[in-house]
């Protein structure tokens, strides 16, 4: 991939006050700390920014555009640094994988969703440059992953900020360095904060059969009473979850497994479609991330909807996605590319993008007699 420049960033680049780093036409970088310490990188553009995590995880921890936040409500105010992933979860997107990916059993020996979320990241940039949706600024970096007798990868995420657009981009490509197969993983964690009585829109065809309800529960999940009821009848009518009304008991989560079905250009469609007619939308390619997981959570502390969480495999832990026939083995010197674009629409775009899903799932529909 080609940039028109390219700009190191240093843990001597940031400092607690806020400075411009980048400025490119509208776009713009700049580097600050968070009380914490963790280094904080702001994209701007003329109709939104993102933060981003350069030298932890490369995650997204926030995204807003026109002045309103995706991010999902969490206990975190900010990032810290080294800690497991339930101790720093309160960002807009995570990476997950590569040698586990969910909650692991007894048995497995990965942290929960892997090595990635938190990863410690050596080498991150600015970058700079034109392509066919415009002109963008964005942030990369390199995660080196090496463990003797098992691991040796490397993680390149890329994500790119548009001028005068309300949808980013977003680039995972993994690298297996070993003379052998590399085992694989991978699943996007995109949070985005649920609307009372907004409407879930998406590419699938919502039958029992082909939207599903997770019946294990995670170790670190307490379910209350009325909690397998509750799964109970959404496993009969999974239509039921897809207006959000504040009565939907989503405490402590809600967890589906869906078969999306893919646009002509290989794009599969998740919106939460706003009482204002407003929405937001996730694409991914079904033909790179061939598992889908939607992840709904409505606690008093928390409130988070991952519309979908777009993977190799499901979040059950190595171990159970091993038995499932689901983890990737990645020959020697070859790539794995994810690819996401991630945002907000206006009313009238939200309108079009619910025809063409609608649309989508009635010609996928098996004929009738």
Same mark, same amino acid.
């Given at each position: 991939?080609?940039?028109?420049? *390219?700009?190191?960033?240093?843990?001597?680049?940031?400092?607690?006050?806020?400075?411009?780093? $980048?400025?490119? #036409?509208?776009?713009?970088?700049? @580097?600050? %700390?968070?009380?914490?310490?963790?280094?904080?990188? /702001?994209? @701007?553009?003329? $109709?939104?920014?993102?933060? +981003?995590?350069?030298?932890?995880? !490369? !995650?997204?921890?926030?995204?807003?555009?026109?002045? %309103?936040?995706?991010?999902?409500?969490?206990?975190?105010?900010?990032?810290?640094?080294? /800690?497991?992933? +339930?101790?720093?979860?309160?960002?807009?997107?995570?990476?997950?994988?590569?040698?586990?990916?969910?909650?692991?059993?007894?048995?497995?020996?990965?942290?929960?969703? #892997?090595?990635?979320?938190?990863? &410690?990241?050596?080498?991150?940039?600015? $970058?700079?440059?034109?392509?066919?949706?415009?002109?963008?600024?964005?942030?990369?970096?390199?995660?080196?992953?090496?463990?003797?007798?098992?691991?040796?990868?490397?993680?390149e995420p890329l994500v790119k900020l548009?001028?005068?657009?309300? +949808?980013?981009?977003?680039?995972?490509? =993994?690298?297996?360095?070993?003379?052998?197969?590399?085992?694989?993983?991978?699943?996007?964690?995109?949070?985005?904060?649920?609307?009372?009585?907004? %409407?879930?829109?998406?590419?699938?065809?919502?039958?029992?059969?082909?939207?599903?309800?997770?019946?294990? *529960?995670?170790?670190?999940?307490?379910?209350?009473?009325?909690?397998?009821?509750?799964?109970?009848?959404?496993r009969d009518n999974p239509a039921k979850?897809?207006?959000l009304t504040p009565d939907l008991a989503?405490?402590?989560? #809600?967890?589906?497994? =869906?078969?999306?079905?893919?646009?002509?250009?290989?794009?599969?469609?998740?919106?939460?479609?706003?009482?204002?007619?407003?929405?937001?939308? =996730?694409?991914? /390619? &079904?033909? !790179?991330?061939?598992?889908?997981?939607?992840? =709904?959570?409505?606690?008093?502390? !928390?409130?988070?909807?991952?519309?979908?969480?777009?993977?190799?495999?499901? &979040?059950?832990?190595?171990?159970?996605?091993?038995?499932?026939?689901?983890?990737?083995?990645?020959?020697? #010197?070859?790539?794995?590319?994810?690819?996401?674009?991630?945002?907000?629409?206006?009313?009238?775009?939200?309108?079009?993008?619910?025809?063409?899903?609608?649309?989508?799932?009635?010609?996928?529909?098996?004929?009738?007699?």
């Open positions: 991939m080609t940039f028109k420049a *390219i700009t190191n960033l240093y843990p001597e680049c940031f400092a607690e006050k806020e400075r411009t780093f $980048v400025t490119y #036409g509208a776009l713009a970088a700049s @580097t600050f %700390r968070f009380p914490s310490g963790v280094c904080g990188l /702001r994209l @701007t553009s003329d $109709v939104g920014e993102l933060v +981003l995590l350069p030298f932890q995880g !490369q !995650q997204v921890w926030s995204a807003t555009f026109n002045g %309103r936040n995706l991010t999902m409500k969490s206990m975190f105010t900010q990032p810290y640094p080294n /800690r497991p992933f +339930l101790e720093t979860f309160g960002g807009f997107l995570q990476h997950c994988g590569i040698t586990g990916v969910g909650g692991p059993s007894a048995q497995d020996t990965h942290p929960l969703h #892997g090595e990635l979320p938190n990863a &410690p990241y050596e080498i991150a940039y600015v $970058v700079t440059g034109e392509d066919e949706k415009g002109t963008y600024i964005g942030m990369g970096g390199q995660y080196r992953h090496t463990v003797a007798f098992a691991h040796n990868y490397l993680a548009y001028a005068g657009s309300t +949808l980013f981009n977003v680039t995972m490509t =993994i690298t297996n360095l070993k003379n052998s197969g590399q085992e694989l993983l991978y699943l996007a964690h995109v949070n985005f904060k649920p609307v009372d009585n907004g %409407r879930l829109v998406y590419s699938a065809i919502p039958t029992p059969e082909h939207v599903r309800v997770r019946a294990s *529960i995670p170790s670190h999940i307490k379910p209350g009473p009325g909690y397998a009821e509750f799964l109970a009848e959404l979850h897809h207006v989503f405490d402590p989560e #809600g967890v589906f497994f =869906i078969d999306y079905l893919a646009d002509a250009d290989g794009w599969a469609h998740s919106l939460q479609i706003h009482p204002d007619g407003n929405a937001d939308v =996730i694409r991914h /390619r &079904p033909s !790179q991330l061939p598992k889908a997981t939607r992840w =709904i959570s409505r606690t008093p502390d !928390q409130d988070a909807i991952a519309l979908v969480e777009a993977g190799t495999c499901e &979040p059950e832990g190595y171990l159970a996605e091993k038995a499932k026939g689901y983890v990737k083995v990645l020959p020697p #010197g070859e790539t794995f590319v994810a690819e996401f674009e991630i945002g907000a629409l206006a009313a009238e775009e939200a309108r079009r993008a619910e025809e063409k899903v609608r649309n989508l799932a009635k010609v996928s529909e098996p004929s009738q007699g």
